[in-house]
Each structure stands twice: as C-alpha cells, then as structure tokens.
C-alpha cells in the first residue's frame, strides 16, 4: 500500500504528527484558547480562570495541596524550583538515575548545595524503590522521576511514600501527568512537577507543581532563587484576598493550560488514560510482530512513551536510522524521537501523547515504516 505520494516533497506542517518526545499535538480546544483577547494579570477575570486552572491541575494530580499551580517555565523550571525550595548545603538528597532525566536531577540538586546519592539502574530498567529507601539513613529528600522519557520506563512511587520516613518524596511526572495514573495524595508524593506539552496536550511553557502542606512547612526562608521562591509565588497564585504581583503571568500560556485541562477532564481522566494504554498496547503490539525489540520491560512500559531497538538488519542499503526518521518527516508527516545519551543512534522514542494518542496516528506510524523498512 502506498500512503503517500513518493514524488511529492511538499510538507504539510498543519498535518504533522508529532509522534516524539517533545510536543504533542494540541487538542484543538487550546489552539483556539491562544486567540482569547489577553486580560491584565491582575484582572479579577483573569485571576478567576487562573484559580480553576489550578482546580483543575489539583483533579488530574489527583490531591487536595492548596499550593498547586503552573510555574512560569517548562518542565525543567518545575524541577528547579522542586529543589531550591527545598534542599540547602549539604542536605543529603536521594535520586533515582535510570535515564537522562534522573541525572538532570542530580545535577540541579547539586548546584543547591546537596550531597547527592545516586541511585542508579540500568538504563531501561525500573529502579526498586528498597534501594533508594536503603541509598542513605536520613536523607532531607527523596527524588525520582516516574516516567523516564529517555528511556519508556515507569518508576514506581507508591512504595517510596510508605516507605520515605521522615524524608520528602519529590516525583517529575513531566511525562506521566494525564498518561498514565499520578496519585499524589494515595501514594504520598510530597512535591510534584510536570510539563504542559507531553499528555496535557498544551504548547511548552508551563510547569504545573504541586507541594503538599508537610513539604510547605519544610521550604527553605530564602531559597538562592527569587524567580522560583515558591513563598512569594504562592501570594499571587493561592493567596484568597488581593493578589499580590510577583511577575507577568503568561497569560495566553495559561488560558491554552485552562482549555487543555477542560479538554482532559471533559473526556475522563480515566478515558484519556485508557485512550493512552490503548495507543501504547496498539504501537507496541505492532512493532513487536513487526520483530522490533521493545526496550521496556513489559511490567514497567510507559504507553505514553515507546523506546524501541532499531532494527539494523531492516534498514534499507547505507540508510542510518536517522535517515528513516527524516524520511518518515518529510514525506509523511510523522515525527519520532531519536535516542538520548546512551541510546543515541540505536533506539527510537515514540510518543503517543495527549490528543495524539489516536489509534489511527499508530496505524499511519507502523503503515509507514512497513513502507520505508525492507
Ligand atoms: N523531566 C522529564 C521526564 C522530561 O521528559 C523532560 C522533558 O522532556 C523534562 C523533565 C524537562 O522538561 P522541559 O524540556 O519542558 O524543560
């Protein structure tokens, strides 16, 4: 079957599939949130939507934290004012590393002053949450990433907060919020951030977070960073009377946030999970009986996010991997992820998130690459 035209180079970047790690597709309720005419920050009308914007991050972080909101910043932004907020010279702060985004933590509570103790795992495979219990006798903090992008592996937490102690527990859901199950409050996870542009199906540029009220109790007075000094945020963006100004809430970003999450919860947060394993079990099912191997093991796959072997013997005469990700670009309109650090031009990372986790997205996908592979 030819699905597409071999002659034609032309690309039709409004019928792009972003399949990758990065972006999404928006759901079309956001794309039409960025044409609202702007309101002032401090707009009683613009201050009411922000509140049930964090009402709403509250319903798919599935707690009841009163400081709960979008940090102004991506992903990494959450992270870093995860751990300024909360870790000062020499805190002792355990993290899981089975990927890139584990050390990425490493490295930003390091430059907070800590005494790291990484708790490494083979790429590709899941970190038992006993070693991290077991890395230190009192650690101030307890860090691990739950669903590593790098990699399509999910690390369990609901183990770690019954088991944390006297310890913060402090999860990056960037890939997992609105994917797959996030219980913060259930599972006893102390701080939390994402990102809007991985399931939440939102441009980048927001990093929702929340704390619980045992981790507001423990934030630093002054931590080293005023832009991400979570006291003086939480005036703005939870404070009941006047509003007090902190900085410029990016508006547009946050009415695109409000309409994302309206999209999510229109559907059903358990919906637009199903919809997610389905896309997963659907992508996964097919490339294994296509003999690509999976690098995830099956108890611990992220649907959200495929890593898979590339197949060399497949590859078409001197075509390198990153030439069928090209091609599968340009001439149909689909993106995938190359692999990252260790990874790097030997795996693939496939994204089924947000509103692209459409079955026939998965069905174009795998057409494709029968097209492309020998
Ligand atoms: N954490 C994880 C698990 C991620 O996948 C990413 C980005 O892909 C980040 C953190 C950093 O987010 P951002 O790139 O939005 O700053």
């Given amino acids: 079957m030819e699905i597409f035209d071999q002659n034609s180079s032309e690309r039709v970047l409004s019928d792009r599939v972003l399949m990758g790690p990065g972006p999404s597709n928006p759901y079309p309720e956001v794309a039409q949130a960025f044409t609202r005419p702007l309101l002032g920050h401090l707009d009683s009308d613009f201050i009411a939507l922000l509140d049930e914007t964090c009402d709403r991050l509250r319903t798919v972080f599935c707690t009841d934290n009163p400081l709960t909101f979008p940090v102004s910043g991506t992903g990494s932004a959450g992270m870093e004012a995860a751990f300024v907020n909360t870790i000062g010279e020499g805190d002792a702060v355990v993290v899981g590393v089975n990927g890139v985004f584990g050390q990425r933590m490493c490295d930003v509570a390091a430059r907070c002053g800590a005494t790291v103790v990484a708790v490494e795992a083979e790429w590709g495979t899941p970190i038992d949450p006993q070693r991290l219990l077991d890395a230190h006798p009192d650690p101030t903090l307890i860090a691990v990433v739950h669903a590593e992008t790098s990699t399509g592996v999910r690390n369990d937490l609901a183990e ?133 191997e999976l690098v995830a093991p099956a108890t611990h796959r992220l649907p959200q996010l495929t890593s898979v072997r590339v197949p060399e013997s497949r590859l078409p005469d001197s075509a390198t991997e990153a030439d069928i990700r090209e091609e599968l670009l340009s001439r149909c309109g689909i993106e995938i992820g190359g692999g990252l650090g260790a990874f790097a031009g030997n795996c693939w990372r496939i994204g089924c998130m947000g509103h692209t986790a459409r079955p026939r997205n998965v069905t174009l996908l795998l057409a494709a690459l029968d097209e492309l592979l020998v």
Avoid: N
């Avoid at 507001?216 to 509003?243: C, K, N």
């Fill in 160 to 292: 770690l907060g019954a088991g944390k102690g006297d310890a913060l527990l402090l999860a990056d859901c960037v890939t997992s919020l609105a994917g797959i199950d996030v219980r913060l409050d259930d599972w006893g996870v102390d701080i939390a951030y994402s990102g809007t542009q991985k399931c939440l199906g939102v441009p980048p540029g927001l990093s929702p977070l929340s704390v619980s009220p045992r981790a507001v109790d423990r934030l630093l007075e002054r931590p080293r960073s005023w832009y991400f000094d979570l006291q003086m945020i939480a005036d703005y963006v939870t404070g009941s009377g006047a509003r007090a100004y902190h900085h410029t809430a990016p508006i547009s970003m946050i009415y695109a946030l409000h309409a994302g999450l309206g999209a999510v919860l229109d559907e059903g947060l358990d919906a637009v999970h199903a919809r997610h394993q389905q896309c997963g079990d659907l992508l996964q099912a097919g490339l294994e009986a296509r003999g690509f």
